[in-house]
């Protein structure tokens, strides 16, 4: 599935999301300084909000 894809899937089932773009990041560790002020549940490729 490419991004755009992706992205009209969740659209098109009006999934609630925010996309947020950031620097190549090759470790959870690195990803430690651009994470959201928000609670996220935070793996290698996807950060999902809790309500």
């Known amino acids: ?3 755009p894809e ?3 899937f969740l659209d ?3 999934f609630v ?3 947020v773009e ?6 959870c ?3 430690e300084a651009h994470r959201l002020a928000v ?4 793996t290698k490729n996807w950060n999902v ?3």
């Open 1 to 3: 599935m490419t991004e």
């Open 39 to 42: 609670s996220v549940v935070s």
């Open 6 to 8: 992706l992205l009209a």
């Open 29 to 31: 560790a690195e990803s």
């Open 12 to 14: 098109a089932h009006e």
């Open 17 to 19: 999301y925010q996309r």
């Open 22 to 27: 950031h620097p190549t990041l090759f470790t």
């Open 49 to 51: 909000s809790l309500p």
